[in-house]
């Protein structure tokens, strides 16, 4: 896929965070606020709108042109949250340079996140193809990003037993932001924001992640985690699978390690927004 940038937004009544967040019914209002959820997802490295393997501008992808729209739509939006989806590391030969040619040296910001960490990126959620390159690359790459990324549904192959297991990466995260309603006057909320990838990067990346990881279905992991999420305050729960939408029945059986699982996703008591790619 080429880059994708998709928004969505959400009316939010201050009136039921405020009473999520612990205070009498006196003390609430009805006021609302509109909050927009932008996302980019499978850059793919296509940081310029430039054809590698061409060798010649273009103008049918790249974050530089995708950064203009961002910008538009943020300035449409009082309020609004970036994420990206995954896919971002491998793609192109200069993704390829970066982890294979020329590694990254120690302290190094990947080309990927100078950009991207000037943008403002609220979170990030991993691939499959962030796992192409190996675990060691991937680390060394994502904690140069000035953003969380998250990933609930890996974890260290550990050899312990189930749900002992110990997560390969941030399963989620608390954002705690402040939000203008209509009228100006400002609200905070607390974001909770959870990924996914498909579990099939075991058989995609045997290679370099079977023996050091495990991949778990994610609708189960996410019954688990949701209400985790909620429990230690979030208002607002958005779920970012790098995943997509199939019909078949399959897909909302327990376990079933769906490639596809937003459907099963859309079931799980608790999440408010899945964007996903």
Not at 47 to 55: K, N
Not at 99 to 115: I, N, Q, R, T
Not at 169 to 192: C, N, W
Request: charge should be neutral; avoid cysteine.
């Amino acid at each position: 896929m080429k880059t994708a940038l998709k928004f969505a937004a959400l009316a939010l009544s201050t009136t039921q965070i405020f009473t999520l967040a612990g205070f009498t019914a006196s003390t609430a209002f009805a006021a609302e606020f509109k909050l927009r959820l932008l996302e980019t997802t499978d850059l793919h490295m296509n940081l310029m709108s430039y054809d590698y393997y061409q060798d010649k501008a273009t103008d049918q992808y790249g974050l530089s042109r995708a950064a203009t729209l961002i910008k538009a739509a943020r300035a449409e939006a009082a309020n609004s949250l970036l994420f990206d989806n995954g896919d971002l590391l491998q793609g192109n030969p200069l993704g390829d340079y970066v982890a294979k040619v020329k590694p990254l040296k120690a302290g190094e910001v990947h080309p990927a996140y100078k950009v991207m960490n000037q943008m403002g990126y609220d979170a990030a959620n991993l691939g499959n193809h962030e796992f192409n390159y190996g675990l060691p690359f991937l680390r060394q790459a994502i904690a140069t990003a000035n953003f969380p990324y998250v990933n609930a549904n890996v974890f260290l192959d550990e050899k312990k037993p189930a749900g002992q297991e110990t997560h390969a990466f941030t399963p989620y995260v608390m954002l705690e932001r402040q939000f203008a309603d209509a009228q100006g006057t400002r609200h905070s909320l607390k974001i909770g924001v959870i990924g996914f990838v498909p579990p099939q990067i075991m058989q995609w990346d045997k290679a370099a992640l079977e023996g050091r990881v495990i991949a778990k279905d994610m609708v189960e992991v996410a019954k688990k985690y949701v209400p985790e999420m909620r429990a230690k305050g979030a208002q607002l729960v958005v779920a970012i699978p790098h995943s997509g939408i199939e019909k078949a029945a399959q897909i909302v059986v327990p376990g079933a390690m769906a490639e596809n699982g937003v459907s099963g996703l859309a079931d799980v008591p608790g999440i408010d927004a899945i964007l996903f790619g």
